[in-house]
């Protein structure tokens, strides 16, 4: 499994990598003999399916919703609204062969097919829901394939507050495209909740360590990872991320012996921290023993 945070970590740095290849990296996580070079074979033949009917000079919102139609209803992509949190729905291959996923997967199809055929498509990371912009000579417009709708963008804060069912208001901060290193990162935010819900550790685990190295500063990454670790009775790996997190939390005097403490002047600690150091104590203490 090493490979494939290698191979993550290679791609987050190449210049222009595409958003689809970092989401098929991620679906490795859940396969990690998946064949990425055909499902980027299986875009490219869902946007030469598409060539036909985006072939009319339409433009603006006309063009908008030929676009979604076709992705929708001609290639059959829609929201899996009956079991949202099923990991499958984060995976690229899965959501190319089921045609269902959550709204950021099926806006990364829209816009990997997009960019295949000359149009521009932006993701957009609203809080809470995931919509894509077509954008032409005449206008813009929000695509949201997950619920089938083309919207003007001014109605996308009124649009949210109906699905959310609380008010939403969007700063101008919201329309701006996220990277491909951007979304990845909710995929991988998406993910991690899914392998919550539907308990699988390992991958859980799998899934810190991409966003271990997409936020290497981030604590609570590494808190999580320990705990993990812990309970997969992974003394050293355990070990190893407890010392990275008290290190963010400029606290890591407190795992040093008795003696050297004393050295220093410690931080106060939360709670749920001072647990973590009985942790990492009792770590020490099966480490001693094994070796």
Not at 53 to 69: H, I, N, V
Not at 105 to 126: K, P, Q, S
Not at 245 to 267: M, W
Request: proline content about 5%.
């Amino acid at each position: 499994m090493k490979a494939v945070l290698t191979q993550f970590q290679r791609h987050l740095h190449t210049q222009g990598i595409e958003a689809e290849v970092l989401a098929l990296d991620i679906a490795r996580i859940a396969d990690p003999g998946l064949d990425a070079t055909h499902y980027l074979k299986v875009l490219d033949r869902l946007a030469d399916e598409m060539r036909t009917r985006m072939a009319s000079s339409a433009r603006g919102r006309t063009a908008a919703e030929r676009f979604l139609k076709a992705v929708t209803d001609d290639l059959g992509f829609g929201g899996n609204q009956e079991d949202y949190y099923n990991p499958a729905n984060s995976l690229l291959d899965r959501v190319l062969d089921r045609r269902i996923g959550l709204p950021i997967m099926l806006c990364l199809v829209c816009m990997a097919i997009g960019r295949r055929l000359g149009l521009r498509i932006d993701g957009l990371g609203f809080p809470h829901h995931f919509m894509a912009r077509y954008s032409d000579p005449a206008g813009a417009w929000l695509l949201d394939p997950f619920n089938g709708v083309v919207l003007e963008l001014e109605e996308a804060s009124a649009h949210l507050s109906r699905l959310l069912r609380r008010p939403i208001q969007l700063a101008p901060r919201f329309f701006e495209p996220v990277s491909a290193v951007e979304l990845a990162a909710r995929i991988l935010n998406n993910l991690r909740a899914a392998y919550m819900t539907h308990p699988d550790p390992e991958r859980l685990l799998l899934v810190l360590e991409h966003q271990s190295v997409l936020e290497p500063s981030q604590p609570l990454l590494w808190r999580e990872r320990a705990v993990l670790h812990y309970r997969l009775q992974q003394w050293e790996e355990a070990a190893y991320d407890l010392r990275r997190y008290f290190y963010l939390l400029g606290a890591l005097p407190h795992l040093f012996p008795e003696e050297a403490r004393g050295l220093y002047t410690l931080p106060e600690l939360a709670t749920d921290d001072h647990n973590l150091l009985t942790m990492h104590h009792r770590i020490a203490q099966i480490l001693n023993r094994v070796n």
